[in-house]
Antibody, heavy 122, light 108 residues
Framework: QVQLQESGPGLVKPSQTLSLTCTVS??????????WSWIRQPPGKGLEWIGH???????YYNPSLKSRVTISVDTSKNQFSLSLSSVTAADTAVYYC??????????????WGQGTLVTISS | DIQMTQAPSSLSASVGDRVTITCRAS??????LYWYQEKRGKAPNLLIY???RLQSGVPSRFSGSGSGTEFTLTISSLQPEDSATYYC??????????FGQGTKLEIK
């Protein structure tokens, strides 16, 4: 059973770069049918899809964040990572990683990691 | 972007009650609609895909319906372990994939 676990700093200073890693266990990140996603949830707000990556390197980003986001993959470590630059307090959120699948044109996120809270503050 | 609006934002119900949560899309999304359950401190869990198909392992008291712009998640007989926040998500057309704001369900 595939499991995902986020890791990274819980506190980042404004204007710096937020960096998180998601470790995949119980399955290979190189499974061609899946993409690997980042999703976030600011306190008191809804879920926001950030973007995702295929193990071969294809990436898709939310246009609202595209200028600041980079998602990368390390197949040797079975991990993928998120980098979000020039952060502000508005980037404070619980960040989730999740597996995205395409099933006959239907696309959903399953499973998810438990999420990690990142606070942007000086 | 397609906006997803859930109602109600929170509700309280008793064990055994029938509970319905609604999700409305800002434009038609056919049946590209999914429901997730998020329990406190746990990872969100897929319940329903393609608007009405039950994910493997999900209890049959959960069901989904709808097409176009109006969708519902129904719990036929509420159980104590169903206390959670429920989210809808759409995947119609191109990204970004968008979610509803969530419905917090409390057991009386």
């Amino acid at each position: 059973q595939v499991q995902l676990q986020e890791s990274g700093p819980g506190l980042v200073k404004p204007s710096q770069t937020l960096s998180l890693t998601c470790t995949v266990s119980g399955g290979s990140i190189s499974s061609g049918e899946f993409f690997w996603s980042w999703i976030r949830q600011p306190p008191g707000k809804g879920l926001e899809w950030i973007g995702h990556i295929h193990y071969r390197g294809s990436t898709y980003y939310n246009p609202s964040l595209k200028s600041r986001v980079t998602i990368s993959v390390d197949t040797s470590k079975n991990q993928f990572s998120l980098s979000l630059s020039s952060v502000t307090a508005a980037d404070t959120a619980v960040y989730y990683c999740a597996r995205w699948r395409d099933y006959g044109g239907y696309n959903w996120f399953d499973p998810w990691g438990q999420g990690t809270l990142v606070t942007i503050s000086s | 972007d397609i906006q997803m609006t859930q109602a109600p934002s929170s509700l309280s119900a008793s064990v055994g009650d029938r509970v319905t949560i609604t999700c409305r899309a800002s434009q038609t999304i056919s049946n590209y609609l999914y429901w997730y359950q998020e329990k406190r401190g746990k990872a969100p869990n897929l319940l329903i895909y393609a608007a009405s198909r039950l994910q493997s392992g999900v209890p049959s008291r959960f069901s989904g319906s709808g097409s176009g712009t109006e969708f519902t998640l129904t719990i036929s007989s509420l159980q104590p372990e169903d206390s959670a926040t429920y989210y809808c998500q759409q995947s119609y057309s191109t990204p970004p994939y968008t979610f509803g704001q969530g419905t917090k369900l409390e057991i009386k």
